[in-house]
């Protein structure tokens, strides 16, 4: 564990409102990907960057948007666009795109 | 395109049994698999790859190319093992990011 960090670990929004979902990491990995998670399916790719500036979309990307400023840090915003927001969000690293994901602890956001 | 099919949401085994999750995929060309796992209020984590052959936690799999399998195998299951395992792909084609399979619960009885 550690390494990874998300924040908060619980969250709640209002229809309507964009919210942002934190990740940081200080293993000085190149690639960090977002997942999101949802009951009786496996992880779905929203984004993922391999280097600093850079990124891509993923499976399910529409609704979300993302950052790559900084190498430590990779910034999840679910926007009013996303549907379907409610879910678990997790966040990942790796020393480069071939190689094993780190996970974080997630956060689990709720849209009331 | 390719796909990570793990057919048993849940499975159920005593302890001190032989224990097989399995995994199929789908994938011409030659991918790269892997197990992970998470424990009850743990993060998930990488179990094992195909490529590295280690057995960890005294799990193996074996890549079957021509089955297109990857199945987890343990021959004794302990208590410690309940958890929910992913398996999951990674190939040229969709540029190395992990393709994942939709888990299966492992439950050990004692």
């Known amino acids: 564990d550690g390494g990874i960090t998300q924040s908060p670990k619980y969250l709640f929004r209002k229809e309507g409102q964009n919210v942002t979902l934190s990740c940081e990491q200080n293993l000085n990995h190149d690639a960090m990907y977002w997942y999101r998670q949802d009951p009786g399916q496996g992880l779905r790719l929203i984004y993922y960057s391999q280097i600093v500036n850079d990124f891509q979309k993923g499976d399910i990307a529409e609704g979300y948007s993302v950052s790559r400023e900084k190498k430590e840090s990779f910034p999840l915003t679910v926007t009013s666009a996303q549907k379907n927001p409610t879910a678990f969000y997790l966040c990942?690293?790796?020393?480069?795109?071939?190689?094993?994901?780190?996970f974080g602890p997630g956060t689990r956001l709720t849209v009331l | 395109a390719q796909r990570v099919t793990q057919p048993e949401k849940l499975l159920s085994v005593f302890k001190g049994a032989p224990v097989e999750l399995k995994c199929n995929y789908s994938?011409?060309?030659?991918?790269?698999l892997f197990w992970y796992v998470q424990y009850s209020r743990q993060r998930l984590q990488l179990l094992l790859r195909?490529?590295?052959?280690?057995s960890i936690k005294g799990f193996t799999a074996d890549l079957n190319k021509g089955e297109t399998s990857f199945h987890l195998k343990k021959p004794f299951a302990q208590e410690e093992d309940s958890a929910m395992y992913y398996c999951?792909?990674?190939?040229?084609?969709?540029?190395?990011?992990?393709?994942w399979g939709a888990g299966t619960k492992l439950i050990i009885k004692p």
């Open positions: 999951a792909l990674s190939a040229m084609d969709s540029n190395y990011q992990l393709i």
């Open positions: 195909h490529i590295s052959r280690e």
């Open positions: 990942a690293s790796s020393p480069i795109a071939t190689d094993t994901q780190y």
């Open positions: 994938y011409s060309g030659s991918p790269e």
